[in-house]
């Protein structure tokens, strides 16, 4: 049910308008975490609430084509792989784990803009991560429920009755 | 003003309770959906006016965007799930 496509005008307008939108507002909220409320975690989810926009009006197999659930899991990992690896840089550079003010080395600029970028990039690794796993998580979701009802019909029609069949 | 301001945030706390009340007691599905958007244009409307009193309407407005965006997912959502079920 939820896998199905929203034949709707007003639903897939609006939609394919607002995804670019919320995708930008969801670069901001990451981007300026800084001075507003938001982050890593904040822009992750709303990118993520992107993708759920697109999942439930143009149905489960567009939105699988636009970004699968394999690539899903690869910047899942790949946003722990920033996150860790800035640490891990920093760590090599002479300093404690995530201690960005030894960037200044590698990128040249003054030691607070060092640690500005330097909480900008494990911003940017835990937002795909929270992204990636978020969509992985509904998609999954809505697998499961149409995998279930596949199994026994029978069953759900003779409990159910007349809303489960007109709901097909 | 800003007692004003006060003034029309507690009214609008107020008028959340009635529509409440129609999302529990509501006869049809369709009356809960339209009142849980109501509820959620009333909360952003209210976070708006408190960052106002607060002196920081550019902070809150961000987090009534997003309270806006789900807000519209959510009614997105309920809509297809009950569009699917047609027993509205």
Do not use: W
């Amino acid at each position: 049910m939820l896998r199905q496509k929203y034949e709707d005008v007003i639903a897939q307008t609006s939609v394919r308008i607002m995804v670019p939108f919320v995708q930008l507002y969801a670069l901001y909220v990451l981007a300026h975490g800084h001075y507003s409320p938001g982050g890593g975690f904040q822009g992750g989810v709303i990118l993520a609430a992107a993708l759920v926009l697109i999942f439930l009006v143009y149905g489960y197999d567009d939105a699988l084509d636009r970004l699968s659930l394999g690539t899903a899991g690869r910047l899942c990992s790949i946003g722990v792989l920033i996150y860790a690896g800035i640490g891990f840089i920093c760590l090599l550079l002479g300093g404690n784990f995530l201690d960005y003010s030894r960037l200044v080395s590698i990128l040249h600029v003054a030691p607070p803009k060092a640690r500005s970028l330097g909480i900008l990039g494990i911003e940017t690794g835990v937002a795909l991560t929270v992204m990636a796993a978020m969509y992985s998580i509904i998609m999954d979701v809505a697998n499961s429920e149409t995998n279930n009802n596949k199994g026994d019909t029978a069953a759900d029609e003779n409990q159910t009755g007349e809303i489960c069949s007109s709901g097909k | 003003m800003k007692s004003f301001f006060l003034a029309v945030d507690i009214f609008l706390c107020l008028m959340v309770f009635l529509c409440l009340y129609r999302v529990v007691f509501g006869p049809t599905l369709g009356d809960r959906i339209v009142a849980t958007g109501a509820i959620g244009t009333k909360t952003l409307t209210i976070l708006v006016i408190i960052g106002f009193l607060y002196g920081r309407v550019e902070m809150f407005l961000d987090i009534s965007l997003s309270y806006a965006l789900l807000n519209f997912i959510g009614t997105l959502a309920a809509s297809k799930y009950f569009e699917a079920k047609r027993e509205i």
